[in-house]
């Protein structure tokens, strides 16, 4: 479906792209052509991950930039444009997030996620957005939420509360910027374990069998797969679609069907034998 100039003329900015998802992404829109920039608050991470990419052969580069830092983030733009030009893409993928009983939280630990997730999406979007707008250039933002922005989720208020901003801003935006050229996606991945994410995410085994469990593939995503649908959605193959959230869980987020519960009751033969039965018994008796 892709190929190696699948990306040309793109040059994508992934924050949090030393590691996990964000590289993930950014090795793959290197690996179809596109030209690359990653941040994240951890200079030893980025060099190695820029050292990784670079075997692409497109031109990498890397900021030490926190986004919730609103000068720096402005800076960061600023510097990536003398070194790249004006950039054309943009991947809002840094995220932060723990477990914690609600009631629990402090105001600093729920401003530390809020912070990241939306205050630093909103910082990298509007600097990104701006300087396209100001070159009457086209341009394409990605914003990686979860998903759980439909439902909430228990003991990750915080994240669930930041990224349902997110979302609320991929479809203003979406449909504000249509008249620049600028589309606004989101991505909303399910359990993709990154060291960053499950480190703080999955307790232990006796979780992680649980939750697999009652997946309805029993597995968790690959980095590959979210990876080729953030290529699609940054690639000219899809002008028209915009103000968009595509959920890529193994319909894990649909766990709440009514009667879903069954699949995870009994094997499907035994299943069938007793809906067969439950068939005979209902027929009319026919006296
Ligand atoms: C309760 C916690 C806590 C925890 C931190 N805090 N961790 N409270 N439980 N586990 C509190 C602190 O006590 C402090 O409050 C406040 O939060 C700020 O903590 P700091 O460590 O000073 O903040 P900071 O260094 O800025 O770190 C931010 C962070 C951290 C969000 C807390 O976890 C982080 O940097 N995360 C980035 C990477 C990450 O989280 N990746 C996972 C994303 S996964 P007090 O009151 O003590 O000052 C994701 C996907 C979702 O989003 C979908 C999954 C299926």
Not at 24 to 42: K, N, P, Q, S, W
Not at 52 to 75: F, N, T
Not at 256 to 268: D, K, V
Request: charged share 20%; hydrophobic share 45%.
């Amino acid at each position: 479906m892709f190929h190696k100039e699948t990306l040309k003329g793109k040059t994508i900015l992934v924050t949090g792209g030393g590691s996990g998802l964000g590289l993930a992404m950014a090795d793959r829109f290197a690996e179809l052509g596109a030209d690359v920039a990653i941040c994240g608050r951890t200079e030893a991470k980025l060099q190695v991950a820029v050292e990784q990419l670079k075997r692409h052969g497109r031109r990498v580069e890397y900021v030490v930039c926190d986004v919730r830092d609103d000068a720096a983030v402005e800076a960061m733009f600023r510097e990536l444009e003398s070194r790249l030009g004006v950039l054309n893409g943009l991947v809002n993928n840094a995220a932060g997030n723990f477990l914690s009983p609600s009631e629990a939280l402090s105001l600093n630990a729920f401003r530390a996620v809020v912070d990241i997730v939306l205050i630093g999406t909103f910082n990298c979007t509007r600097h990104f957005a701006r300087r396209l707008m100001a070159e009457k250039k086209p341009g394409s933002i990605l914003n990686i939420v979860t998903t759980y922005v439909h439902t909430g989720s228990a003991f990750v208020m915080p994240s669930a509360a930041a990224k349902a901003g997110v979302y609320a801003m991929t479809m203003s935006l979406a449909y504000e910027w249509a008249e620049y050229g600028i589309r606004v996606n989101a991505i909303a991945p399910g359990a993709f374990p990154t060291h960053g994410a499950w480190s703080r995410l999955m307790p232990d085994d006796t979780f992680e069998q649980f939750y697999l469990k009652r997946h309805p593939w029993h597995r968790y995503g690959e980095k590959a797969e979210l990876a080729n649908l953030a290529v699609f959605l940054m690639s000219d193959l899809a002008p028209y679609l915009t103000g968009e959230c595509i959920a890529i869980d193994g319909a894990e987020r649909l766990q709440g069907g009514q009667f879903n519960f069954i699949t995870q009751l009994m094997p499907r033969e035994k299943l069938k034998t007793i809906f067969q039965a439950m068939k005979e018994k209902a027929k009319p008796s026919g006296g």
